[in-house]
């Protein structure tokens, strides 16, 4: 199993990125997908998760109506679409797979949000 993230960077407070996991190694359109954030100090916490066939996604309550999560079956890849991005939302995002009971993460992507 492989993540690979992309499409981190440093943005304006109010402005929007779009992160892209690219995935391989495993059966894609049979497993849940989530997006992970892990700020300095802080825990990793679940940002928002899409099941395997793109339906009932799952947003933690902090970016609920701003980001949107979602994916391409035929590409292997899972989208994290963040909007009216905030200081708080700075953080290391991990793309995350739980494949045959097992954890899989990619590298992550450094998302800062400064003014």
């Known amino acids: 199993v492989q993540l690979a993230e992309f499409g981190g960077g440093l943005v304006q407070p109010g402005g929007s990125l779009r992160l892209t996991c690219e995935a391989s190694g495993f059966a894609f359109s049979s497993y849940a997908m989530g997006w992970f954030r892990q700020a300095p100090g802080k825990e990793r916490e679940l940002v928002a998760r899409?099941?395997?066939?793109?339906?009932?996604?799952h947003y933690a309550d902090s970016v609920k109506g701003r980001f949107n999560i979602s994916r391409h079956r035929t590409k292997n890849t899972v989208y994290l679409q963040m909007n009216s991005l905030k200081p708080e939302d700075t953080a290391v995002y991990y793309c995350?797979?739980?494949?045959?009971?097992?954890?899989?993460w990619g590298q992550g992507t450094q998302v800062t949000v400064s003014s």
């Open positions: 899409i099941f395997f066939n793109g339906g009932s996604p």
């Open positions: 995350h797979a739980h494949v045959l009971q097992r954890d899989f």
